[in-house]
Structures are given as structure tokens and as C-alpha cells.
């Protein structure tokens, strides 16, 4: 089974600021890690994913995610945020061990809110 | 290469009335799933297919039909609309890595 925790319904920034939004998994064997990024009535993009190889991802907009195995953790991360990047972030994961389905399990989102 | 397409983006149905929600995509990916969006239940998935003629149930697959007829499209039936169905659809496709979703069909049931 895979499954996947954002602890923070919500995330609030300023301006400027670096931007952390926490993502947690589980599976059963190796993770695809991946993060999403939804402005007000669109569709999700995608932003980055962790495949195998470097611990960082860097992805769209100045994101980057640090794949954590020990803490079983994907977090977003963005040294200075824009007002602009205030949306809904979704993690997913898909468990490699999934038998072909290759669908992934989505976080309840966090909405990231920057502030002027 | 439009990508992932869904119609309509806005529907109105009344309770017990039948419909259903378009999605195609021009990517030729194998895999496509149907979600839906809830104020703080995040995405839910409803149905999924593996490729044309494959499908199976998701989380939450109650009161909704699809089938694959072609690697193309996946339609989704709401096959008697119940107020519980009012939600924001959202269709995506893939390969094995990261899907890309249309812009959503916006259904309210009364």
C-alpha cells in the first residue's frame, strides 16, 4: 500500500522568505516522489519528482525537493518566495512495488500563502 | 499538442439525471485516471485505466462508470447524479512518471 501525509493544511510566508511545505510517504518498497503545484480554478501542474539518484530535485520555478529515506519525507522547498507562488502544493507518491498500476496516491494539499 | 482536454468545464444536473464527462489526450500515454476535488479531502481517485480495454475501481468509484475504448479518450458516466456528486472532475494522463491534468469539469448536483 502507498500512501502519503501533508501535516500542514496550511503555510504562511513572507515575502522574501525561504518556503518549506512538508510532505511525508509510505510504501512498501522504493518511492516515485513527485509534487504538484494548483492556481485558483486550474488544473494541477506538475513541479518536480524524485526518481532514484540525488537526494535535491530541482524543479519548475525555482522549487526543490530533498528526498529523505530515513524520514520518509519529500519536502518542498524555494530559498525565496514569491507572492505569486501562493497556491495549492500536493505531494504523491507511487511505490515502485506496485504491481503496474502506476497511479499515485495525492496528499490532501497545503495551501502555501505568501504574504507582501 | 493540446494534451489533456475535458469537457464541459461547468455543468448543472438535477438529482437522479444521468451524464457524461469527456477527457482525451494527444500524448498517446497508457495510463489515464479520473479524480475528483473536495474541499479539504484533496484528490480522490475514481476510476483508472492501464491502457485501451483495461480499467479498474479507485478509491472512490461508487455511482460513476468508464470504459477505454481507444488510448485516446476516457469518458466518465455519473449514471444517476446525486447531490453527494457535486464536486470539480479532473482527468490525467501518463506514462510511468509525472501525469498532466486537464483543466477540470466543475459539476454541481441539485
Known amino acids: 500500500a502507498q500512501s502519503v501525509a501533508q501535516p500542514e493544511d496550511q503555510v504562511n510566508v513572507a515575502e522574501g522568505n525561504p518556503l518549506t511545505v512538508k510532505c511525508t510517504y509510505s510504501?512498501?518498497?522504493?518511492?516515485?516522489l513527485f509534487w504538484y503545484v494548483q492556481y485558483p480554478n486550474r488544473g494541477l501542474q506538475f513541479l518536480l519528482k524524485?526518481?532514484?539518484?540525488?537526494?535535491l530535485v530541482k524543479g519548475s520555478y525555482g522549487f526543490e525537493a530533498e528526498f529523505n529515506k530515513s524520514q520518509t519525507s519529500f519536502h518542498l522547498k524555494k530559498p525565496s518566495a514569491l507572492v505569486s507562488d501562493s497556491a495549492l502544493y500536493f505531494c504523491a507518491v507511487r511505490d515502485r512495488a506496485s504491481g503496474g498500476s502506476y497511479i499515485p496516491t495525492f496528499g490532501r494539499g497545503t495551501s502555501l500563502i505568501v504574504h507582501p | 499538442n493540446a494534451g489533456v482536454t475535458q469537457t464541459p468545464k461547468f455543468q448543472v444536473l438535477k438529482t437522479g439525471q444521468s451524464m457524461t464527462l469527456q477527457c482525451a489526450q494527444d500524448m498517446n500515454h497508457e495510463y489515464m485516471s479520473w479524480y475528483r476535488q473536495d474541499p479539504g479531502m484533496g484528490l480522490r481517485l475514481i476510476h483508472y485505466s492501464v491502457g485501451a480495454g483495461i480499467t479498474d475501481q479507485g478509491e472512490v468509484p461508487n455511482g460513476y462508470n468508464v470504459s477505454r475504448s481507444t488510448t485516446e479518450d476516457f469518458p466518465l458516466r455519473l449514471l444517476s447524479a446525486a447531490p453527494s456528486q457535486t464536486s470539480v472532475y479532473f482527468c490525467?494522463?501518463?506514462?510511468?512518471?509525472?501525469?498532466?491534468f486537464g483543466p477540470g469539469t466543475r459539476l454541481t448536483v441539485t
Open positions: 510504501v512498501s518498497g522504493n518511492p516515485y
Open positions: 490525467a494522463s501518463s506514462t510511468i512518471g509525472e501525469q498532466y
Open positions: 524524485y526518481i532514484t539518484g540525488d537526494n
